[in-house]
């Protein structure tokens, strides 16, 4: 499986359009090739806050886009949909997260590919197994559908179609 996987949350205002929104944005600059399911989830690491809609997409850069210009591209998308800063884990209009980029393997201070906790969270997991469920984590050298079913956390709800 190669490309660029990306996750895909939100749990504040109109979450669907939100992630739709996002899609949409991110089309300008990547050809989509595939789409998760829209799965409502609980939050993760601050409880006390609404329920997240997640998703994954997959797809390819349309020129040579270097990792960090795909992750300057992401914040931006995000400061345009409305992301403020606010607290680590928190309630967020949208959040992009690159997932993987083909095999690559990076770990910089702002970017860590793949990224560093897609392995322990099902509401990345799941989504992502949608759409490539046999990549190869090339660090722990298990696919997506081999962490999902290691990973604990309970089973999110299909909420629609992305």
């Not at 990306?6 to 109109?14: C, E, P």
């Not at 949409?24 to 997240?52: H, M």
Request: one cysteine or more.
């Amino acid at each position: 499986m190669a490309g660029i996987a990306l996750a895909l949350g939100s749990n504040l205002g109109d979450r669907l359009k939100n992630l739709r929104d996002a899609v949409s944005c991110l089309n300008k600059f990547l050809r989509i090739k595939a789409k998760s399911f829209v799965y409502e989830t609980e939050p993760w690491g601050v409880l006390d806050q609404p329920k997240f809609l997640n998703a994954c997409i997959l797809g390819e850069a349309e020129d040579n886009l270097e990792p960090l210009e795909l992750l300057h591209r992401v914040k931006e998308i995000e400061r345009e949909l409305g992301r403020e800063v606010n607290i680590r884990w928190g309630a967020r209009k949208i959040d992009i997260d690159i997932l993987f980029i083909d095999d690559l393997t990076i770990n910089l201070e702002n970017l860590k590919i793949p990224h560093e906790n897609l392995h322990n969270r099902g509401f990345v997991l799941v989504p992502l197994c949608d759409i490539a469920p046999d990549w190869i984590h090339p660090v722990i050298k298990k696919s997506a559908s081999e962490l999902l079913k290691l990973n604990h956390d309970d089973a999110p709800l299909k909420f629609a179609e992305l």
